[in-house]
């Protein structure tokens, strides 16, 4: 049971990691377009900020639905 609920969390964790992007990515809301506004600037930190959110529990999942497989694993023996 433990084996499927890893995989499972393996590939909950690859789907957000697939559509989120990693959380350690370089930030979009730099300073190097002029053009922007305050009030687009933090739109963009905002997005930012719910990519990086969603990016680290994608890595979270990844790295518990391993521990599970290992221990479901470790059960086994």
Request: aromatic fraction near 14%.
């Amino acid at each position: 049971m433990l084996n499927i609920f890893g995989l499972l969390l393996n590939l909950f964790g690859v789907v957000l990691l697939f559509l989120f992007g990693m959380p350690f990515h370089v930030a979009a809301g730099g300073k190097a377009v002029t053009w922007t506004t305050s009030n687009i600037d933090v739109q963009v930190k905002k997005i930012d900020d719910l990519f990086s959110v969603f990016g680290w529990i994608g890595l979270f999942a990844i790295v518990l639905g391993t521990l599970f497989q290992m221990l479901a694993t470790l059960r086994e023996r």
